[in-house]
């Protein structure tokens, strides 16, 4: 099963945009599917994540303006980015693996790519 991300673009500060996480197969076997993103000249980092029993876990600098969301029998998890800042610019990338992030299972797509700008 691969995961690829859709839903990126140019959005003006404060703006919002819906991320798509789209499976080629099933994922009610995965336990947690997460977004990541990976800035320009920086690490990839864990934006959220989210188990099957609908678990989640966000990275503090996202906490109350980004949903992650699960909907195995459309094999989609979803990222409603809210409030967004020219920070949050970055290559946004799914992927299945921990909760936390410490450990992906798959090869990393391309992602998509977030710009924040006015």
């Known amino acids: 099963v691969q995961l690829q991300a859709f839903g990126g673009g140019l959005v003006q500060p404060g703006g919002f945009l819906r991320l798509s996480c789209v499976a080629s197969g099933s994922i009610s076997r995965f336990d947690a599917i997460g977004w990541y993103r990976q800035a320009s000249g920086k690490n990839r980092e864990l934006v959220a994540s989210?188990?099957?029993?609908?678990?989640?876990n966000y990275a503090d600098s996202v906490k109350g303006r980004f949903t992650i969301s699960r909907d195995n029998a459309k094999r989609t998890v979803l990222l409603q980015m809210n409030s967004l800042k020219p920070e949050d610019t970055a290559v946004y990338l799914c992927?299945?693996?921990?909760?936390?992030?410490?450990?992906?299972?798959?090869?990393w797509g391309q992602g998509t790519q977030v710009t924040v700008s006015s």
């Open positions: 992927n299945t693996g921990t909760l936390h992030g410490t450990i992906v299972y798959k090869p």
């Open positions: 989210i188990t099957s029993a609908g678990s989640t």
